[in-house]
C-alpha cells in the first residue's frame, strides 16, 4: 500500500476533541509535573491492551475493568510511583482516583482509565493525587502546548519527550492521530513502564478499534526490548472522538487499511521512541530477521539478539563481535540450519554457509559504528520475517539501576 | 539420604587412573597454558553432555560423534579460540587435531573428545595447536599438580582456578570423583562458554553414567545463568577409569545412589564456582523457589530473576527493589497468584498477600549485602521446587565484554 500518512504538528491534542493538562502534585521526587490528564469531549471509542504480566498494578487492574465496560473517555496517569505489589490499598487508591476525577469533571469513574509508573511495591501518596486533580481539570486544553506538557509528565527515566500526530488521508476524508509514550525507565527507581496514549479524531467503533490496536501493538510495541524484564504497568490506550470530517471507518474498507496503516505506523514510531531513548543506550538497534519458517520463529530469533547482554555490549563499543548474533539465532531457532543462514551487518554480510564471510573487520567495524545499527539475519528457511528494535547495554544502564538505591 | 562423600584434595587427576598436562602453545594471547590434555588409563566408560545451540562449534560436532562410538578416554582442550562458525575448515582442524593427538599417544582418534573456548567465528591456529601435543603429552602425570595446571589452563576470563575432588562411600569400598571447571567468560572477546571435565574411579557401565550424568547436569549446570547467552561450546565429559578398590557401581543399587548423590554434588559445587566467579560480579545469588506447581514452573521463575538485568543490577547495589523479583516471577509463571505469593530475602519476608510486607528496608538491605545473597519465593501453589544460581551485573560485566574490541 501507498504511504498514506503525513506527520503533522503536535501529538495527543493533534486530533480534534481532545484536551490535556499536567501538573506538579509531588508524588515524584524528580522536579516536574507528575500528574496529568487526557479527555476526549465526546463518547467515542476507546480500546487498550495492557501488560500480560501476572503481577498487573492496581492501575491496571482498575483499568481493564473500565476498558471492558466500554465508557473509557480519558485518562488520569501520574508518574513517580507505579501503584504495584500494594493490594487491596493499592485498589482502593485507584478507586478514589477515578472517584475524585469523576467528581472534578462531571464524568463517572467507569469513564476514566488510570495509568501509574514508578517504584513498585510503596503505596500511592494518594492525598497529593486527589489534590492535584482539580488543579489539572482547570488546565485541560486543546493545544499543541498542553499535549506537550502532557507528554513530558508521563516521562520517568526519559530523556527526550515522546510524541508524534500523523494525517491520514482515508481516501474520502482524512483524520487525525496523535500519540504520546513514556520510555522503559526507572524512577527512584521504579519499574521498567511503558505508558502509551493514542487519540484519534476518526469515528471507529469499539471493536473495530480494538482489533486494529491490538495488531498495531503486536507489531511494534511488543517487538522492542531494553532489558527483557516486563512491566507491572504497561497500558496503551487509543481514545477514537469522531470528530473528524471523514465518513466512518468500517470494517474491511480501504479506510480501515488505510487507518490501520497509519495507526500502526503511529505505534511504530513511538516505540521506536522508546528504544533509542534506552536507558543509557547511544545506539538504536533494528534487528530484521527474514527467510524464517514462521514469524513467531523470526521474532524468537530477533528476541534473542535483543535481549542477550553479551550482544548489547557488542552493540555498545561496536565491536563487530558477530559470533554473538549468530549464537543467539542458534539457541532462539530449533531449526535453525547454519550452512542456509547469513547475517549482514549493514550492507556487510559477515557470515555464510556456516563460517565467516570474507568481509574485512573494518568495513564491519564501520557498520556497527552509527547512531543506528541494522543487523539483518536470512535463516534461508522459509518466507517469514519480523523486526525487533533494541538498544546496547552500557555501564549508564547499570549505574542507573545499581547505584540509585532505594 | 545421609551424606555419603567427603571433600579431598586436588581435582581431575584425583581419582586413580588419571593423567593430566598443560603448555602454551599461543593460541590465546594472554599469558600462560593455553593446550590442556586429560587421559584415562583404562579404557572404562565415558559420557558427556553438549550445548543445545543449533550453531555448535566444530569441536562440540566431533565430539558428540565420539562420545556416541564409546569409546573416550582422553580429552584435548584449548582455550583463545572458540572453534565455532568455522564450517568445514573448523571440522578439519578438529580432525587433525585428534589424529595428531592419537598418534603421539598411540591410542585412536576416536578415543579423544576435543573442547574449545575463546573467540568465535576465527580459524583456529591449528598449526600451534599440533606442535604443542607433544609437548603435552610428554609432561601428562598424575599428580594434584598436573591436575592444577589442567584447570588452570582451560581458564578464560576466569578469576579463580575451579576445580573439586570428593571421596564418596558406596557402602562396600569407596570410590573418588574430580573436575575442573571454567566459568562463563569472554576471551578477546570469545563467548560465554563452559567446559567441565570430571573423572572418576568408580567402575560402572556406559549407559548408566550417561543416565546419571545427564541427571546432575540438569539439577546443577542447566540451572546456572550469568548472562543467558547460551555457548556454542558447553561440554561436560564425565570419565571412569573403574580402577577403585571397590566393586562395580550398578543400575538400581543403593551404591548407585549414591554414586549419584556424589556425582550431583561435584557438579554443583563446580558450576556455582562458575557464577561466584561470574565475569565483573560480587555476589553469588541463590535464588530457591517452592510451591511451585511443577518443577519446570519452579526453574522459569528462577531463571526469569536469573536473567532479568534490573533484578541483577538490583543485586549488584545490594538494593532491595524486591518488586522487580516479584515482578519477574510474575511474568515466569501463568498461574502465579499474587495473592499466594511470598518473597523472602535471606530470612527476612518481603512480599506476602499482594502487599509489602512489614519489613523495614534496613533490615531487607542488610540481608542483600553479603557476598552471598538467597531469594526465597514460595508461590504457595503445589509441592514442586528448585533452586537457580546466578550473580549480579556489574559494570564490569559491560567493561569485559564491551570495551574489549575484536
Redesign the interface.
Known amino acids: 500500500m501507498k504511504q498514506c500518512w503525513e506527520q503533522v504538528a503536535g501529538g495527543v491534542t493533534a486530533p480534534r476533541g481532545f484536551r490535556a493538562a499536567a501538573v506538579r502534585c509531588g508524588i515524584r521526587q524528580a522536579e516536574g509535573d507528575d500528574l496529568a490528564l487526557l479527555v476526549c469531549d465526546t463518547q467515542g471509542a476507546a480500546a487498550a491492551t495492557f501488560t500480560?504480566?501476572?503481577?498487573?498494578a492496581a492501575p491496571v487492574r482498575w483499568s481493564r475493568r473500565t476498558i471492558r465496560r466500554g465508557k473509557v473517555r480519558a485518562a488520569v496517569v501520574n508518574a513517580g510511583n507505579?501503584n504495584?505489589?500494594?493490594?487491596?490499598?493499592?485498589l482502593r487508591d485507584v478507586e478514589a482516583t477515578a472517584a475524585r476525577a469523576a467528581e472534578v469533571l462531571g464524568l463517572r469513574p467507569e469513564n476514566f482509565l488510570v495509568a501509574s509508573t514508578g517504584?513498585?511495591?510503596?503505596?500511592l501518596p494518594v492525598e497529593k493525587l486527589l489534590e492535584g486533580l482539580p488543579r489539572a481539570a482547570s488546565l485541560l486544553d486543546p493545544s499543541i502546548e498542553a499535549g506537550d506538557r502532557f507528554a513530558r509528565a508521563i516521562m520517568t527515566t526519559d530523556t527526550v519527550v515522546k510524541q508524534v500526530a500523523l494525517r491520514c488521508d482515508l481516501g474520502r476524508g482524512s483524520v487525525t492521530l496523535g500519540g504520546a509514550t513514556k520510555g522503559a525507565g526507572?524512577i527512584a527507581?521504579?519499574?521498567?513502564t511503558t505508558l502509551s496514549f493514542l487519540t484519534t479524531d476518526a469515528a471507529i467503533e469499539r471493536p473495530l478499534l480494538a482489533r486494529l490496536l491490538r495488531r498495531a501493538v503486536a507489531q511494534t510495541y511488543n517487538r522492542i526490548s531494553i532489558?527483557?524484564?516486563?512491566?507491572?504497568n504497561d497500558t496503551v490506550l487509543c481514545l477514537a472522538s469522531g470528530l473528524a470530517d471523514a465518513p466512518a471507518v468500517r470494517d474491511g474498507s480501504k479506510a480501515a487499511e488505510r487507518f490501520e496503516a497509519a495507526l500502526t505506523e503511529l505505534c511504530r514510531i513511538l516505540a521506536v521512541k522508546i528504544v533509542a531513548d534506552g536507558e543509557g543506550a547511544k545506539r538504536l538497534v533494528r534487528i530484521e530477521v527474514v527467510g524464517a519458517p514462521t514469524e513467531a520463529a523470526a521474532v524468537a530469533v530477533g528476541r534473542a539478539i535483543a535481549?542477550?547482554?553479551?550482544?548489547k555490549?557488542?552493540l555498545?563499543?561496536g565491536?563487530?563481535?558477530?559470533?554473538?548474533f549468530?549464537?543467539?539465532?542458534?539457541?532462539a531457532?530449533?531449526?535453525?540450519?547454519?550452512a542456509r543462514t547469513k547475517l549482514y551487518i549493514g550492507e556487510v554480510l559477515a557470515?555464510a554457509?556456516?563460517?565467516?564471510a570474507d568481509a574485512p573487520?573494518s568495513r564491519l567495524a564501520e557498520a556497527m559504528a552509527g547512531r543506528e545499527v541494522l543487523l539483518r539475519l536470512d535463516l534461508g528457511l522459509g518466507k517469514a520475517a519480523a523486526t525487533v528494535w533494541t538498544c546496547?547495554?552500557?555501564?549508564e544502564?547499570?549505574?542507573i539501576?545499581?547505584?540509585?538505591?532505594?
Do not use: F
Request: overall charge neutral.
Open positions: 500480560t504480566n501476572r503481577v498487573a507505579a504495584a505489589c500494594t493490594g487491596a490499598r493499592g517504584i513498585i511495591g510503596r503505596y526507572m527507581p521504579g519499574m521498567a532489558d527483557n524484564h516486563m512491566s507491572t535481549d542477550s547482554p553479551l550482544c555490549c557488542a555498545h563499543s565491536d563487530p563481535n558477530w559470533g554473538r549468530v549464537s543467539a539465532a542458534g539457541y531457532c530449533r531449526r535453525l540450519d547454519e557470515y554457509a556456516g563460517a565467516p573487520i546496547d547495554l552500557s555501564k544502564y547499570v549505574a539501576n545499581a547505584d540509585y538505591h532505594t
